[in-house]
Every structure is written in structure tokens, then in C-alpha cells.
């Protein structure tokens, strides 16, 4: 596995509570990714970040929001959890930005959030 | 919204048998990736078509891309009981100011010893 480490790896809170997400890596590449995978809609990316303090939407980032203040650190808050945000959640790095040079992503093993 | 699409959803195949995957998508692409994961895992990048070509193999998988038909396949040949996942093709899309990868919904791969 590439040096992707997401914390915690499991979470139960309840609606209406913050929640921060954390991936850390290793591997001081520029682009890290937020994806979301739930049953019947594969991987959908909510937030991603191409430096330090760049960050943009993706697809589903409506109560999401994201930080990068170090290269190798990109959060991910929830500022009121709500039941339809249970899901697992995944980090992914990529070397170059997607589409340049045929990059792959390299993906964390996941943090399976529930709330209740 | 998807721009990939698996099928099957779900394949259970005999340990020793070729497996058949399909992605089909609906816009233009530069390339089109394949990743394989593992139960409670993250997922694994598999390999990477270019939109020229059009056939790419990598030990006991083969991919192939039909661009007039926007659809490609995944073949694992002599399948073993360790290919057991779930496989998913993405594809790159512009969406803002940069490109992200756009995954499918998956196909369950079970491989029966």
C-alpha cells in the first residue's frame, strides 16, 4: 500500500455533531481526493486538493468541507453530521493531477462513518 | 452523476474459469482505468488504457476500449480464488477546473475454489 493512513477507521456519532475525518500521507504527493462509496453509486469524489491550501469541489460536497495546511495532512469535516452522509469514506493520492501523464490514484483503506 | 457502468453487477465464476467484466460510459475520455478491491479495503489500481489504444495486458488481465462504442472490458484469464472483489473501471471527466476520476457502481467478482 502507498503511505496512506486514514483516522479513524471507524465512527458512530450522532446528528447534528461535527465530525473531522483525517488522511494522512507519506508519500508528499501534490493531489489528494475525498471519495464517498455507497452501495448502488460506486465512488463519488467530494472534495479533492491539488497544494497546500488549494482545494475545489467535486461531485457531492454539500455539507462537506475540506483543509490542507501541510502537504502531507487533508481533513475532512462534517459540520453537522446528517444520516445520509453514513458511508465510507476514502482518501486517495495521486502524484501528477488526473489526466496528466496517465496518473493512477493510490486509495487509503477507508473510514467507515455511521450516523445515527 | 456515473460516467462508468459495470456489468454484471455480480459474476460467480469456478476457480480456473475466465472472468468478464464491462464498463460502458457516456462521454469522451483520455484514458480509462480499471482498480480492484478488496472486502473492507481500499481500492488497488489495476491498469490504464489510453484512448488510442484499443488492447493492453498486464500478467492474466487484458483490457480492452471500443471508444465508437464507449465501452471496455476486463478479462481475467485462469481465474484463482484470491481475484474474489469487487472491480470498478473510471474514468477521467472535467469537471471544474481540473480532472477527477469518475468511478462506476462495481462488479462483485466470486471466485469458487
Known amino acids: 500500500d502507498a503511505g496512506i493512513t486514514q483516522s479513524p477507521r471507524h465512527k458512530v456519532t450522532e446528528t447534528g455533531t461535527p465530525v473531522t475525518l483525517r488522511c494522512h500521507q507519506t508519500?508528499?504527493?501534490?493531489?489528494m481526493y475525498w471519495y464517498r462509496q455507497d452501495p448502488g453509486h460506486g465512488l463519488r469524489l467530494i472534495h479533492y486538493s491539488y497544494g497546500v491550501k488549494d482545494t475545489d469541489k467535486g461531485e457531492v460536497s454539500d455539507g462537506y468541507s475540506v483543509s490542507r495546511s501541510k502537504t502531507e495532512d487533508f481533513l475532512l469535516t462534517l459540520e453537522s453530521a446528517t444520516s445520509s452522509q453514513t458511508s465510507v469514506y476514502f482518501c486517495?493520492?495521486?502524484?501528477?493531477?488526473?489526466?496528466?501523464?496517465?496518473?493512477?490514484?493510490?486509495f487509503g483503506n477507508g473510514t467507515r462513518l455511521t450516523v445515527t | 452523476s456515473q460516467q462508468g457502468e459495470e456489468d454484471p453487477q455480480a459474476l460467480s465464476i469456478q476457480e480456473g474459469e475466465n472472468a468478464t467484466m464491462n464498463c460502458s460510459y457516456k462521454t469522451s475520455i483520455n484514458n480509462l482505468q480499471w482498480y480492484r478491491q478488496n472486502s473492507g479495503r481500499g481500492l488497488v489500481h489495476l491498469i490504464l488504457?489510453?484512448?488510442?489504444?484499443r488492447e493492453k495486458h498486464s500478467g492474466r488481465l487484458r483490457v480492452t476500449l471500443d471508444t465508437s462504442k464507449k465501452s471496455s472490458s476486463l478479462l481475467i484469464t485462469a481465474s484463482r480464488a484470491a481475484d474474489t472483489a469487487s472491480y470498478f473501471c473510471?474514468?477521467?471527466?472535467?469537471?471544474?477546473?481540473?480532472?477527477?476520476?469518475?468511478f462506476g457502481s462495481g462488479t462483485q467478482l466470486t471466485v469458487l475454489p
Open positions: 486517495a493520492i495521486s502524484e501528477r493531477r488526473v489526466g496528466a501523464n496517465l496518473t493512477p490514484l493510490h
Open positions: 508519500e508528499n504527493h501534490r493531489y
Open positions: 473510471a474514468t477521467d471527466a472535467t469537471s471544474g477546473s481540473a480532472r477527477q476520476l469518475t
Open positions: 488504457i489510453r484512448s488510442n489504444e
